[in-house]
């Protein structure tokens, strides 16, 4: 517990002043947020929410794989999700390289060969981002009139871009 001494600390004070008990799992706001793992991203800050407002999920790059398609159903069918979001971003190092390049980059720096699985690099990103919402469309198992945006974030200047 020596390693995580701080994020206990921390979650103390955070403790302190909790006033977020009455909130449920439902989306208040019938949002859901796909995006990406990067630090400088407050999903909930960047479209004016607060928590419990909307579902997040998060993985390298904002894509829309198996298991966020498996999450959104749920949070579609019984979390009050109505309307999508997939937001990437811009400066985003999955959007900078080569599937190959992440591969020989994490290798260099760790000897870990990571060839086994798919990294999901976008040489385009905008149609990265049109290919996962259409994915999102299509796919079947989601509540009936769902609504999806996509969107990238600007990192220099935290404007969203609308794409679709």
Same mark, same amino acid.
């Given at each position: 517990? %020596?390693?995580? /001494? @701080?994020?206990?600390?921390?979650?103390?004070?955070?403790? +302190?002043?909790?006033?977020?008990?009455?909130? =449920?799992g439902?989306?208040?706001?019938?949002?859901?947020?796909?995006?990406?793992?990067?630090?400088?991203?407050? *999903?909930?800050?960047?479209?004016?929410?607060?928590?419990? @407002?909307?579902? !997040?999920?998060?993985?390298?790059?904002a894509?829309? =794989?198996?298991?966020?398609?498996?999450?959104?159903?749920?949070?579609? $069918?019984?979390?009050?999700?109505?309307?999508?979001?997939?937001? *990437? $971003? =811009? @400066?985003? #190092?999955? /959007?900078?390289?080569?599937?190959? %390049?992440? $591969?020989?980059?994490?290798m260099?720096?760790?000897?870990?060969?990571? #060839?086994?699985? %798919?990294?999901? =690099?976008?040489?385009? +990103?905008? /149609?990265?981002?049109?290919?996962?919402?259409? #994915?999102?469309?299509?796919?079947?198992?989601?509540?009936?009139?769902?609504?999806?945006?996509?969107? !990238?974030? @600007?990192?220099?200047t935290?404007?969203? %871009? *609308?794409?679709?």
């Amino acid at each position: 517990m %020596e390693n995580f /001494a @701080d994020l206990l600390n921390a979650n103390k004070e955070f403790a +302190q002043s909790f006033k977020a008990q009455e909130l =449920t799992g439902q989306a208040k706001k019938g949002l859901a947020i796909v995006t990406c793992m990067d630090s400088r991203i407050d *999903p909930l800050h960047i479209v004016g929410m607060e928590s419990g @407002d909307a579902k !997040i999920l998060r993985n390298a790059g904002a894509r829309v =794989t198996e298991d966020v398609l498996r999450t959104l159903v749920l949070a579609t $069918h019984l979390l009050n999700v109505s309307r999508i979001l997939v937001m *990437p $971003h =811009t @400066d985003c #190092r999955m /959007a900078s390289g080569e599937e190959h %390049e992440v $591969h020989a980059a994490i290798m260099e720096k760790s000897g870990v060969d990571t #060839r086994g699985i %798919e990294i999901r =690099t976008v040489k385009d +990103q905008r /149609a990265a981002l049109l290919g996962d919402i259409t #994915r999102i469309e299509a796919y079947p198992l989601l509540a009936k009139g769902i609504k999806v945006m996509g969107a !990238i974030y @600007d990192t220099k200047t935290g404007l969203l %871009e *609308p794409i679709n």
